[in-house]
C-alpha cells in the first residue's frame, strides 16, 4: 500500500479528528504489544487479527500505519522511552548517594520498569530482533543511546574521583550486552533467580568496569 488512508475530520461524540485518531492509535499499540509481546508474537499476527483485537477495522489501520512493522517500531521505541524516564528520574532522585548506592538505584529502577510487564521484554529482546534492515537500525540506534547514557554517567564519575579515569565505550558496550543476555535469560525462564539477584549480579559487573580489582582506593588507618 502506497500509503495511509485519510482519516475522518470533524467533531465526533464530542471528540475532535485528532483525539479520535490518537485514541485508535492507542488502541492498536495496546493491540500490538498484547499480540506481539504475548501471543502468537510479531510474526504469527496479522492486520486483521491486530484489528480485531483493537476492536477497530483493518481500514482503520491503514489510516494510522502502512504496516504491522510500523505498530513493531513504535512499540519498541515506546518501551526504551519508559525506561529511559524510569532511569532519568533515578539519577535525579540518587544524585547525591555514594556511587555503589547510586548505581544499585538506577540499574534497579531501569530492571524494575522493563521486566514490570513480561511483554516489554519480549518486544525489547526478542520480536525486534532480525525482522528487517530498518528495525535493526533502530533496534542498535537504541542500544547505542544506552551505552552512550553509561559512558557519560561512567565519565563523570571518574571526573569526581569515584571511577576509573579510562575510555568506557568497549566495558560500556559490553556491559548492555550482559544486560540483555541476562534480562532476556531471566524472563524466558532460563536463569533460576529471583530479580533482586539478576540486579545484584548486574550491579556487580557495572562496579567491576568502574573499579576494576586492584583499583579500588587502599582504605589507611
Same mark, same amino acid.
Given at each position: 500500500?502506497?500509503?495511509?488512508?485519510?482519516?475522518?475530520?470533524?467533531?465526533?461524540?464530542?471528540?475532535?479528528?485528532?483525539?479520535? !485518531?490518537?485514541?485508535?492509535?492507542?488502541?492498536?499499540?495496546?493491540?500490538?504489544? @498484547?499480540?506481539?509481546?504475548? +501471543?502468537?508474537?510479531?510474526?504469527?499476527?496479522?492486520? =486483521?487479527?491486530? +484489528?480485531?483485537?483493537?476492536?477497530? +477495522?483493518?481500514? !482503520?489501520?491503514?489510516?494510522?500505519?502502512?504496516?504491522?512493522?510500523?505498530?513493531?517500531?513504535?512499540?519498541?521505541? !515506546?518501551?526504551?522511552?519508559?525506561?529511559?524516564?524510569?532511569?532519568?528520574?533515578?539519577?535525579?532522585?540518587?544524585?547525591?548517594?555514594?556511587?555503589?548506592?547510586?548505581?544499585?538505584?538506577?540499574?534497579?529502577?531501569?530492571?524494575?520498569?522493563?521486566? =514490570? *510487564?513480561?511483554?516489554?521484554?519480549?518486544?525489547?529482546?526478542?520480536?525486534?530482533?532480525?525482522?528487517?534492515?530498518?528495525?535493526?537500525?533502530?533496534?542498535?540506534?537504541?542500544?547505542?543511546?544506552?551505552? *552512550?547514557?553509561?559512558?557519560?554517567?561512567?565519565?563523570?564519575?571518574?571526573?569526581?574521583?569515584?571511577?576509573?579515569?579510562?575510555?568506557?565505550?568497549?566495558? =560500556?558496550?559490553?556491559?548492555?550486552?550482559?544486560?540483555?543476555?541476562?534480562?532476556? *535469560?531471566?524472563? =524466558?525462564?532460563?536463569?533460576?533467580?529471583?530479580?533482586?539477584?539478576?540486579?545484584? @549480579?548486574?550491579?556487580? !559487573?557495572?562496579?567491576?568496569?568502574?573499579?576494576?580489582?586492584?583499583?579500588?582506593?587502599?582504605? @589507611?588507618?
Amino acid at each position: 500500500m502506497a500509503g495511509r488512508l485519510k482519516g475522518p475530520t470533524g467533531r465526533y461524540g464530542g471528540k475532535s479528528a485528532a483525539e479520535r !485518531q490518537a485514541e485508535r492509535r492507542r488502541r492498536f499499540l495496546d493491540a500490538g504489544l @498484547e499480540l506481539f509481546g504475548g +501471543s502468537p508474537g510479531y510474526r504469527g499476527t496479522t492486520v =486483521a487479527a491486530l +484489528s480485531e483485537a483493537a476492536g477497530l +477495522s483493518t481500514r !482503520q489501520f491503514y489510516e494510522e500505519f502502512r504496516t504491522l512493522e510500523d505498530v513493531l517500531a513504535e512499540l519498541h521505541l !515506546q518501551v526504551n522511552s519508559w525506561a529511559e524516564d524510569a532511569v532519568r528520574a533515578a539519577f535525579a532522585t540518587a544524585d547525591a548517594l555514594p556511587l555503589v548506592e547510586r548505581v544499585t538505584a538506577i540499574f534497579r529502577a531501569y530492571a524494575r520498569n522493563v521486566t =514490570a *510487564d513480561p511483554r516489554r521484554i519480549r518486544i525489547t529482546f526478542v520480536e525486534i530482533v532480525g525482522v528487517s534492515h530498518r528495525l535493526e537500525a533502530q533496534r542498535l540506534a537504541r542500544r547505542a543511546r544506552w551505552i *552512550d547514557l553509561i559512558v557519560s554517567e561512567a565519565t563523570a564519575a571518574a571526573v569526581r574521583g569515584e571511577a576509573v579515569d579510562r575510555d568506557y565505550r568497549l566495558p =560500556a558496550t559490553a556491559f548492555i550486552g550482559s544486560v540483555n543476555g541476562l534480562l532476556h *535469560d531471566w524472563s =524466558a525462564g532460563w536463569v533460576e533467580a529471583g530479580l533482586d539477584e539478576v540486579v545484584d @549480579e548486574l550491579v556487580r !559487573q557495572l562496579l567491576g568496569i568502574l573499579r576494576p580489582v586492584g583499583e579500588w582506593p587502599v582504605r @589507611e588507618g
